[in-house]
């Protein structure tokens, strides 16, 4: 059966190598980072298969969301499997992040 | 409808010189992906499992991997044939040289000649010799790149400017998580004599993935 992921062979679209050259922005390479830092030999906290797993675990949402936002949901997966951080402990440091960032945003 | 979206993500930011500049304060996810992100930083900091220097130097480390390593890497194997035979046979070795490790995965190095021209693609992912050439260009991540090269490569090749010759193979090689691969471009005409330095300056990243031939002399003139 063919995951989400599973690209290869199908029709598409023109590749327009002109447009699609973007430069990572510091926050997709802060994403990146985050990853190769739980990727390294350190750590070891993940390999690349576990990342494809989780980010092919999001279905037809795979299509949905923009590469470096498919790592982000993978790292946090793979960090709640891991036990290295809870659910409730995730869910609550959103709640204190989020009025922050939103100040930010909003020149605060 | 989902790939639309990622291609207007791909354009929302302004694209920015392959140079190492000091990182810019640029364009901000969508708020969510933001909040999650800066959450699960902050509880891996907390933590004690990463640091912010740790992410920083990772930054660093990256933008130091970039298509001038791999040129400097291909010119010498022009230059000098016992490297060229080391980075075929034991690619490892040959990558040390240049402080490049690339465990756990190994890179297979495949060379284009007067008889074939290969091309990379990573159809599941985006599996991309990092360690030589940094990150990938967003088209390679792409579905249209990812779906069409390996039913027709030639027609994908066009779209980069690139002509095969229909008496010459053309080659794709599906990367893997394990296994990443690099082109060793055709050397061109007219470089006989000419040292390391001038030689990788004909070599783009384009070229070392196989969308495109390395440079012409005349190319590079002005």
Same mark, same amino acid.
């Given at each position: @059966?063919?995951?989400?992921?599973?690209?290869?062979?199908?029709?598409?679209?023109?590749?327009?190598?002109?447009?699609?050259?973007?430069?990572p922005?510091h926050w997709e390479k802060t994403v990146d980072a985050m990853m190769m830092l739980l990727f390294d030999?350190?750590r070891?906290l993940a390999?690349?298969?576990?990342s494809?797993? @989780?980010?092919?675990?999001?279905?037809?949402?795979?299509?949905?969301?923009?590469?470096y936002e498919r790592w982000l949901q993978a790292i946090s997966w793979l960090l709640?499997?891991?036990?290295v951080f809870?659910?409730?402990?995730?869910?609550?440091? @959103?709640?204190?992040?989020?009025?922050?960032?939103?100040?930010?945003?909003?020149?605060? | 409808?989902?790939?639309?979206?990622?291609?207007?993500? /791909?354009?929302?930011?302004? !694209?920015?010189?392959?140079? %190492?500049?000091?990182?810019?304060?640029?364009?901000?996810p969508?708020?969510?992906a933001h909040?999650l992100e800066t959450a699960v930083r902050e509880l891996l900091i907390?933590k004690?499992v990463i640091s912010s220097d740790d992410i920083r130097r990772s930054i660093?480390e990256r933008?130091?991997?970039?298509?001038?390593?791999?040129?400097?890497?291909?010119?010498?194997?022009?230059?000098?044939?016992?490297?060229?035979?080391?980075?075929?046979?034991?690619? /490892?070795?040959?990558?040390?040289?240049?402080?490049?490790?690339?465990? !756990?995965?190994?890179?297979?190095?495949?060379?284009?000649?007067?008889?074939?021209?290969?091309?990379?693609?990573?159809?599941?992912?985006?599996?991309?010799?990092?360690?030589?050439?940094?990150?990938? !260009?967003?088209?390679?991540?792409?579905?249209?790149?990812?779906?069409?090269?390996?039913?027709?490569?030639?027609?994908?090749?066009?779209?980069?400017?690139?002509?095969?010759?229909?008496?010459?193979?053309?080659?794709?090689?599906?990367?893997?998580?394990?296994?990443?691969?690099?082109?060793?471009?055709?050397? !061109?005409?007219?470089?006989? %004599?000419?040292?390391?330095?001038?030689?990788?300056?004909?070599?783009?990243?384009?070229?070392?993935?196989?969308?495109?031939?390395?440079?012409?002399?005349?190319?590079?003139?002005?």
């Amino acid at each position: @059966m063919r995951g989400p992921q599973d690209y290869g062979g199908l029709p598409a679209g023109p590749v327009d190598p002109e447009n699609n050259e973007h430069d990572p922005t510091h926050w997709e390479k802060t994403v990146d980072a985050m990853m190769m830092l739980l990727f390294d030999q350190r750590r070891r906290l993940a390999r690349v298969d576990e990342s494809r797993r @989780m980010q092919e675990a999001l279905g037809e949402d795979y299509h949905k969301y923009p590469y470096y936002e498919r790592w982000l949901q993978a790292i946090s997966w793979l960090l709640l499997e891991k036990g290295v951080f809870t659910q409730e402990e995730l869910d609550a440091k @959103m709640a204190e992040v989020r009025p922050r960032l939103e100040a930010e945003r909003n020149g605060g | 409808m989902s790939e639309t979206h990622e291609h207007a993500h /791909d354009h929302e930011h302004p !694209p920015h010189a392959h140079d %190492g500049k000091p990182i810019q304060e640029d364009a901000l996810p969508p708020l969510e992906a933001h909040v999650l992100e800066t959450a699960v930083r902050e509880l891996l900091i907390e933590k004690g499992v990463i640091s912010s220097d740790d992410i920083r130097r990772s930054i660093e480390e990256r933008e130091s991997r970039n298509p001038a390593l791999g040129a400097k890497i291909v010119a010498r194997a022009w230059a000098d044939p016992e490297f060229k035979s080391k980075l075929m046979n034991e690619s /490892d070795e040959a990558l040390l040289t240049f402080g490049i490790n690339m465990s !756990p995965m190994e890179l297979c190095v495949v060379e284009n000649t007067q008889e074939v021209h290969n091309m990379v693609v990573c159809t599941l992912c985006s599996c991309y010799p990092r360690p030589v050439l940094g990150i990938p !260009p967003a088209w390679y991540k792409r579905r249209d790149y990812r779906s069409r090269a390996v039913r027709e490569p030639r027609a994908v090749l066009q779209e980069f400017g690139t002509q095969i010759p229909e008496a010459k193979q053309v080659r794709v090689h599906d990367s893997n998580a394990d296994l990443r691969y690099l082109v060793l471009p055709q050397r !061109p005409d007219g470089t006989e %004599g000419w040292d390391e330095e001038q030689l990788a300056k004909l070599v783009t990243r384009d070229s070392m993935i196989g969308v495109s031939d390395a440079l012409t002399p005349a190319e590079i003139e002005d």
